[in-house]
């Protein structure tokens, strides 16, 4: 089983969307837990931390469920500009960041 | 505030061969991570330094080391290159273990094995 589990998509929406991103993490000890965002053959950038009660920035909001071993991203109100692949990170005790495969996002017009 | 740096952007060696990748982080951080990211994989942890000590390693073998330097630059160097080693290679870096501190990333490396 993989460390970090996400469903690679892709997640094909209209514009204007809502749409939902889920992850799943093996180790129960994990610390610390991200959202990246990788546009095509570009680095992965930071889009968000994910803290146990939930946060907000703007169009986004995360959430995590630490029983279920369990975090999601919600999008709102999808922009041609939010395709790229969303990338679940969780951090252990070790501080090395464990990627998830991705999930890839389409907005169309 | 110059983000992390990585050089060179391309690299194209030949099987056997030797490769050196180099970063510097975002000044002030002091811990300098490693990462692959083969073709249609997600990114693999390489290595992680921090204040000039190697802290962790990944699922790689010997023949993929590196080190960082005392102004907290690093290189990663890959000894007897193979096909398989082709991959967009990030270093990131952050504060250190200070907190709960997100990594930062460079543009990459790609290297290309023929």
């Known amino acids: 089983r993989k460390e970090v589990e996400q469903d690679p998509g892709p997640f094909n929406v209209p514009e204007g969307a809502t749409v939902a991103f889920n992850c799943t993490y093996s180790?129960?000890?994990?610390?610390?837990f991200f959202w990246y965002r990788q546009d095509c053959r570009k680095e992965p950038k930071l889009l968000m931390s994910v803290y146990s009660s939930g946060n907000e920035d703007g169009r986004f909001t995360a959430q995590l469920n630490r029983a279920s071993q369990y975090i999601s991203l919600l999008i709102r109100d999808s922009k041609l500009s939010d395709s790229a692949t969303y990338l679940c990170?969780?951090?252990?005790?070790?501080?090395?960041?464990?990627f998830g495969s991705g999930t890839r996002l389409l907005v169309r017009p | 505030e110059a983000g992390v740096t990585q050089s060179p952007t391309h690299l194209i060696k030949t099987r056997g061969q030797q490769a050196t990748l180099r970063c510097s982080p975002i000044?002030?951080?002091?811990?300098v991570y490693w990462y692959q990211q083969a073709l249609g994989l997600g990114l693999q942890f390489l290595l992680w330094?921090?204040?000039?000590?190697?802290?962790n390693r990944g699922n790689f073998p010997p023949r993929f080391s590196g080190r960082q330097f005392p102004n907290y630059s690093s290189e990663l160097n890959v000894n007897a290159l193979e096909l398989e080693d082709s991959a967009l290679y990030l270093c990131?870096?952050?504060?250190?273990?200070?907190?709960?501190?997100?990594?930062?990333f460079g543009d990459g490396t790609r290297l290309s094995i023929l």
């Open positions: 180790n129960s000890a994990s610390q610390s």
């Open positions: 990170v969780v951090r252990g005790s070790s501080y090395k960041l464990i």
């Open positions: 990131a870096s952050s504060p250190g273990q200070v907190g709960d501190q997100p990594q930062h």
């Open positions: 330094y921090d204040e000039g000590e190697e802290r």
């Open positions: 000044s002030g951080h002091t811990s």
